[in-house]
């Protein structure tokens, strides 16, 4: 009867695998490497081209807020804090892999190619806004929590039946982690060893609910298990590390080996949208204190700064640059056509049905006015 008990203690058998989840460092607070044996293979120009892009990516975030503000933009959703666990994940693909992203994952959609002027005007509800450029592999940004990763499974198998040798990612918070999409599309993806990566952005908050609250289980990297994928829990905060995660995950995914689930340990530094939710009222000063001790720029500045490849007149420049961009962008965005009923039509249907037809001679008619 022992060996029975050895056998069916489940309680011993979830702490074995859960302790088995433990966060991958390469880069601590300081700066300082800590895990040599990870290191990434990436020239120093390499580095500074991450560094350029966190620095922009944070400076566009700040104008974002303050264009939200005057009421020159739409939806936005800031990511200042998250920009180890977006551009470093970002800088792992190549042109040929596809992105699938979340409401919040606006700067991977601009690294892999999308103008700014169009991601000012999705914010805007601009049906241009959606109409990705040719060539640039990246889908509208997902509304709807987890449904990503469904079509992150499909994408992936596509690419997989066309022999395709490239991935397809997608990426959800910790909130979306608890979907019913998110398990389907990675179990999808684990049956058919399908090229995705799966990156659940650990942001500890899904609007105002602690990821404590989110689930029993002690990491979210562990939920891969169930999909027989493997599952790598990262310092979110630490761009090599989300570096090296993500481009172990995509070689094993271009090789046949399927897919991976990568949890990022990050933090939103602002609110969850600019909508008007009030972090003080569910996030302790404490707590972001603590976090933003961990900041992936200051982190990274302080190990290219020691390496003798960053200062401050480098990292001015890309300031400047980036406020030239967005000044420019957004004179773009002013510039397109005011959006019509009938664009919204326009743009549905390769043959309209015949229903609509009658109602867009309608909408036709009013706007002609
Ligand atoms: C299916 C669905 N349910 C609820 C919502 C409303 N909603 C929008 S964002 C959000 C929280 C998501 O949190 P998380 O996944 O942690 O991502 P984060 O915003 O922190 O990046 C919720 C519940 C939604 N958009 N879709
Ligand atoms: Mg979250």
Redesign the pocket.
Known sequence: MKGTKALIDGVQQLKAVEEQFQTVQILNEEGEVVNPDLMPDLTDEQLKELMSRMVYTRVLDQRSISLNRQGRLGFY?PTAGQEASQLASHYALEKEDFILP?Y?DVPQMIWHGVPLWQAFLWSRGHFQGGQMPEGVNVFPPQ????AQYIQCAGVALGMKKRGVKAVAITY?????AS?GDVYEGMNFAGAYQAPAIFVV?N?R???STPVEKQSAAKTIAQKAVAAGIPGIQVDGMDPLAVYAATRTARERAINGEGPTLIETLTF?YGP?TMAGDDPTRYRTKDLENEWEKKDPIVRFRKFLEAKGIWNEEEENKVIEQAKEEIKEGIKIADGAPKQQVTDLMNIMFEKMPFNLAEQFEIYKEKESK
């Not at 509304?143 to 987890?146: F, K, Q, S, V």
């Not at 959800?172 to 979306?176: A, F, K, S, V």
Request: proline share 0%.
């Open positions: 959703a979340g919040r509304i709807i929590i987890g959800t918070g910790d909130g979306g979907q952005q942001n908050f899904a609007i939103r969850h």
